[in-house]
């Protein structure tokens, strides 16, 4: 197993447009970031596995037919019989912006437990990737520090994706504490540069990934949108350029970014890993999510490898 992903799956009831009488219309899409990501880099050629919890309804048995269709193994997921598949409202502007809705209170992806992510699940795998969703309230976030902290103990490379939501967290100073908490357990961290300063107190991204950098991380993404990302190695830094496109939706780019990124990086050796072949397994990155975000929907919208022209 190349990447293992822990955290949410949900359904994204995505704005499509308007009726003749100007009542918003909605496409049910599978989501979650974990899960986005772990079907990004199966598509590119990683080997992945999700685990995570849905309900015992007709939306959880939908996402784990998406994860198993795209690739992704999903003897991981948990079904809860007692709380509901969760629900994210994804209303998009004219620019293709997105603004979230959760309907998340008490729902399935909350409740995934510690013991529910075994010693061997973790084992298997070189990666493993979480985002903060999962934090934001007990027992996934204490599963998901747990589960995290075993897999470190294991030698497993760590990669940690904020992916901040404010209408998710009490207020800001708790989504901060709680986002920064793992920090020092991570060796791969995707922000993007609204979330930089977040985290850092700068939007200069020199500065603020050179402090993160403190903290023992040893690849670091700030992801520009249409411009880029720029990226730390260490102390070496640098820009890669994005890819132009027509903007159809901007749900699930970055977690394609980051799939993307990470299905290359899981065959490397970090250690023996050069600026040049970062910047080439950056610029497939940047190429793959703006094929996503030329098109509707989060996991729909990603490429394949020959899409990717490989």
């Not at 050069?274 to 990603?302: D, H």
Request: aromatic content about 6%.
């Amino acid at each position: 197993m190349d990447i293992l992903t822990i955290g949410e799956i949900l359904i994204d009831l995505t704005q499509t447009g308007k009726d003749p009488q100007g009542i918003p219309q909605f496409a049910a899409n599978p989501g979650g970031a974990p899960a986005n990501l772990a079907v990004a880099a199966a598509k590119l050629g990683a080997k992945t596995a999700f685990v995570g919890k849905v309900g015992a309804d007709a939306f959880g048995r939908y996402l784990i037919e998406v994860l198993a269709e795209n690739g992704v193994d999903v003897s991981g997921v948990k079904t809860d019989e007692a709380h509901p598949t969760t629900m994210a409202v994804v209303s998009v502007d004219a620019s293709g912006e997105r603004d979230f809705s959760f309907y998340r209170q008490a729902n399935a992806d909350v409740m995934l437990c510690a013991e529910e992510i075994p010693d061997a699940v973790l084992q298997e795998a070189k990666m493993v990737h979480f985002g903060s969703v999962s934090l934001t309230a007990d027992p996934s976030r204490s599963a998901t520090l747990d589960a995290v902290g075993r897999a470190k103990a294991m030698g497993k490379i760590i990669t940690y994706d904020p992916n901040y939501r404010a209408n998710l967290w009490p207020d800001a100073k708790t989504a901060v504490e709680q986002m920064k908490a793992p920090l020092g357990l991570v060796d791969i961290l995707k922000v993007s540069d609204e979330e930089l300063p977040l985290l850092t107190g700068t939007t200069d991204c020199a500065a603020g990934t050179a402090q993160l950098a403190e903290q023992g991380i040893g690849l670091i993404f700030v992801t520009l949108g249409p411009d880029g990302v720029f990226y730390r190695m260490g102390e070496k830094t640098g820009h890669v350029a994005g890819v132009p496109c027509k903007v159809g939706d901007t749900n699930g780019a970055g977690d394609t970014f980051f799939g993307a990124a990470l299905s290359k990086l899981c065959k490397e050796d970090r250690n023996a890993l050069t600026v040049q072949r970062l910047e080439e397994i950056l610029a497939f990155a940047n190429k793959a999510a703006s094929i996503t975000t030329s098109r509707r929907g989060a996991i729909p919208a990603m490429p394949s490898l020959e899409e990717m022209g490989e």
